[in-house]
């Protein structure tokens, strides 16, 4: 039996329009060169098409900008070097496909390399 992708977050949009992030606090124990993937789980939204997942501080350890997957906007992934414990915040962006509207929020990831 597989075990999950410790670097997956899935993440969904309630009927509140919220973004949740599961896990909320992702962690990166991998020594260095990590890529972190998130799936988007809800149906009439997508990643935006740029900087879907942004880090607030990224120094060295986030040093190449998210990606939404081509032909599938509801996956993308980040670069995450792991090389410096530490955690830092970042924000997810999704966009309703229907209105153009974009709704975010402010998880964490913990690099503990």
Same mark, same amino acid.
Request: proline share 10%.
């Given at each position: 039996?597989?075990?999950?992708?410790?670097?997956?977050?899935? @993440?969904?949009? #309630?009927? $509140?329009?919220? /973004? %949740?992030?599961? &896990?909320?606090?992702?962690?990166?124990?991998?020594?260095?060169?990590?890529?972190?993937?998130?799936?988007?789980?809800?149906?009439?939204? @997508?990643?935006? #098409?740029? $900087?879907?997942? /942004? %880090?607030?501080? &990224?120094?060295?350890?986030?040093?190449?900008?998210?990606?939404?997957?081509?032909?599938?906007?509801?996956?993308?992934?980040?670069?995450?070097?792991?090389?410096?414990?530490?955690?830092?915040?970042?924000?997810?962006?999704?966009k309703n496909a229907a209105t153009g509207a974009i709704l975010m929020?402010?998880?964490?990831?913990?690099?503990?390399?």
């Open positions: 039996m597989n075990s999950p992708d410790p670097h997956k977050v899935i @993440v969904t949009v #309630d009927a $509140d329009k919220n /973004v %949740v992030c599961t &896990p909320e606090r992702v962690s990166v124990t991998d020594r260095c060169n990590a890529v972190l993937k998130f799936v988007l789980k809800t149906d009439g939204y @997508v990643f935006t #098409d740029q $900087d879907a997942v /942004v %880090v607030t501080n &990224p120094g060295t350890q986030f040093p190449i900008p998210s990606r939404t997957l081509p032909g599938n906007p509801a996956k993308a992934t980040l670069y995450d070097d792991n090389s410096v414990g530490g955690v830092f915040k970042y924000s997810v962006y999704v929020v402010d998880p964490m990831i913990s690099n503990e390399p």
